[in-house]
Each structure stands twice: as C-alpha cells, then as structure tokens.
Nanobody, 125 residues
Framework: QVHLVESGGGSVQAGGSLRLSCANS???????MAWFRQDPGKEREGVAV????????AYIDSVKGRITISLDNAKNTMYLQINSLKPEDTSMYYC???????????????????WGQGTQVTVSS
C-alpha cells in the first residue's frame, strides 16, 4: 500500500521555482517527514527534514536559503518549495515519513518507515 504520494516535479530552466507536494495518508501517525533526492548510481541525499511537533526544520548546506520545507495539517501534506533552481538540483525527489522520539532524532535523517515513489526534477541551464 502506498502511503506517500509525491507530485509537482517537472522540467524548468535554471533560476525558476517548483513546489513539490507529498500527500501523506499516515500523516497523524508520523511526526517526522523529510525530502531526499537521488540520482542513478549515486547515494541518496537528505535535503530537508521537518518535525511536526513544533515545526522544527533542518536543511543541507547546499540548499539553505533556496528551499523551504513545510506542512499543511489540514491537507495532510508536506511541501518543498525550491527557488533559484540550479542544474545540480536535477534529481529524483522522494518524500519520507516516520515516527521518532524527538526533533533531534528527526534531524538524523534515519528511521523513515514510509517512502514515496518519487517525482523527477530536471533543471536546464
């Protein structure tokens, strides 16, 4: 059963923006959600994480200032707003969700039980 469904990917020119969405059917049983990205043959990279209780967020350095992770409790959905897109942002983006004990545990980027199937982001120069 698929619990996380991503959408919003696409092909854009450098400098453009995209908003990725992750609909989460287990939203209220998970308190830590994140976005990852992965290219074929490369390791998966955690991009941003959010702890639902209090909304604490964390980002990798390469995206700080350009990316915002957020939640909509009314829609059981997580978002990733990406501005000033760069060609190196090209990747398959995945959302993940899990239940953890604290925001510190959430920031480790580990222990996600649920994963989406990914949405492709392609940025041309």
């Amino acid at each position: 059963q698929v619990h996380l469904v991503e959408s919003g990917g696409g092909s854009v020119q450098a400098g453009g923006s995209l908003r990725l969405s992750c609909a989460n059917s287990v939203y209220w049983t998970t308190n830590c959600m994140a976005w990852f990205r992965q290219d074929p043959g490369k390791e998966r990279e955690g991009v941003a994480v959010i702890y639902r209780s209090g909304g604490r967020t964390a980002y990798i350095d390469s995206v700080k200032g350009r990316i915002t992770i957020s939640l909509d409790n009314a829609k059981n959905t997580m978002y990733l707003q990406i501005n000033s897109l760069k060609p190196e942002d090209t990747s398959m983006y995945y959302c993940a969700a899990g239940a953890v004990a604290s925001s510190a545990a959430c920031n480790t980027g580990a222990g996600f039980r649920f994963w989406g199937q990914g949405t492709q982001v392609t940025v041309s120069s």
